[in-house]
């Protein structure tokens, strides 16, 4: 019986479960983003606490568990991804799900793996395939529904697609940084150093409120759960699983987000653009059954 206690707990099992709690964490984003925004706050400033609050978390993580931090020319590099990759994300998605709805933004966020394919053929001269031909095809059909088929509380619009689409280039970006850095450092120093960059970067452009408590309660709740928490459940089972197993799992998250927006807020996709959203998951999945699995996540 003890035997069987302990492989019913052993990492390997337990590895599934925990890139399916990071995919749950992260499809919260957005609807505690919207929620936030309905308590009076600009999507700026819940881009910048979001940053702040959870860069605090990473510091004192990679404090206690004395991570090695970047130097030189390293830190450089780390500040200015947090310039784009922080700053110019958060604020992206959050000005998505205000334009579009959580759903939409959840599912715009999920072209990144088209931009990376688009990267690494750009800069880093990969090769681009079929597959990566289809998945960046599929993607663009994907995004072309989306824009007629609309739907319930969703407003598909030029800013609201504009926004989502840039979230989705700069967490793109993940890739490129995370190829470089992520098997280099403790990605949590690395975090510790790019949101707190990200987070002065918004400041100017932040006009802060006065907070009820549940305002503040959804803003503890983006930094702790589905950023700090969500970073630590995925990179804890990718320790314990392929890279391709993850993201199959992990493209969950739309999912997760559509429900809730339906629930909480309305939100529907129409059938049409319901069929969009499959393509561009389904481009998404493609391209992570690639066989290159270096592909990093870090919402």
């Known amino acids: 019986m003890a035997a069987v206690g302990r492989a019913a707990v052993s990492p390997a ?31 700026l400033e819940v881009a910048f606490w979001r ?70 053929w750009g800069v880093l001269r990969e090769r681009l395939g079929a597959r990566e031909g289809l998945a960046i095809a599929g993607t663009l059909a994907g995004i072309a529904l989306i824009s007629l088929g609309g739907g319930q509380g969703v407003t598909v619009s030029g800013p609201a697609l504009a926004w989502g689409l ?11 940084y995370g190829k470089a850095f992520f098997t280099r450092y403790d990605p949590a120093a690395l975090l510790a150093v790019a949101l707190p960059v990200g987070a002065l970067a918004l400041l100017p452009f932040v006009t802060f409120t006065a907070k009820t408590p549940p305002v503040w309660s959804s803003l503890g ?20 699983l392929s890279a391709t197993r993850a993201s199959v799992i992990a493209s969950l998250e739309p ?20 069929l969009g959203a499959a393509l561009v998951i389904g481009a998404a999945l493609l391209l992570s059954l690639s066989p290159d699995e270096t592909h990093p996540r870090a919402e």
């Open 221 to 240: 709740a983006i930094a702790v759960l589905s950023t700090y928490l969500a970073y630590l459940a995925y990179s804890a089972g990718l320790r314990h």
């Open 255 to 274: 999912v997760v987000a559509a429900a809730l927006a339906a629930a909480l807020f309305g939100e529907r996709l129409a059938a049409l653009a319901l």
């Open 51 to 120: 940053a702040a609050l959870a860069g605090a978390l990473f510091a004192a993580h990679a404090g206690f568990t004395r991570a090695r931090w970047p130097r030189g020319r390293d830190l450089l590099v780390t500040a200015a991804f947090g310039l784009v990759g922080v700053a110019v994300f958060y604020g992206a998605y959050q000005l998505a799900v205000q334009a579009g709805g959580a759903s939409l933004a959840s599912v715009l966020l999920y072209t990144a793996p088209a931009f990376v394919a688009l990267l690494g």
């Open 166 to 176: 840039i979230a989705g280039f700069t967490y793109s970006l993940y890739y490129l």
């Open 13 to 43: 099992r337990r590895a599934p479960l925990l890139i399916l709690a990071a995919a749950v964490l992260w499809g919260l984003l957005g609807i505690l983003g919207k929620q936030a925004q309905a308590g009076g706050l600009a999507p």
